[in-house]
């Protein structure tokens, strides 16, 4: 039986830190943004250095149009 890799999916896009509690600005890039509660881990990674790295949503929250994002 042949495994199939996981395919990825970009629900965000990371913008700017926002506030003084460590958030992070995103820009939805999903019609449904109610899933983005529901995440747990996710993976972030940068276009310019090609790593990426595993991380945990503590919180995530909408506002103005765009989600605010606790690490």
């Given amino acids: ?8 999916l970009t629900l965000a896009r990371l913008l700017r830190p ?15 943004p109610e899933r983005l509660n529901a995440l747990g881990k996710v993976w972030l990674s940068g276009d310019r250095s090609g790593s990426s790295r595993e991380a945990t949503v503590v ?5 103005n149009g765009q989600a605010v994002f606790q690490f």
Avoid: Y
């Fill in 1 to 8: 039986m042949p495994t199939e890799s996981p395919s990825v």
């Fill in 18 to 32: 926002w506030g003084r509690r460590g958030g992070v600005a995103a820009e939805i890039l999903t019609d449904f």
């Fill in 59 to 63: 919180s995530c929250r909408l506002h």
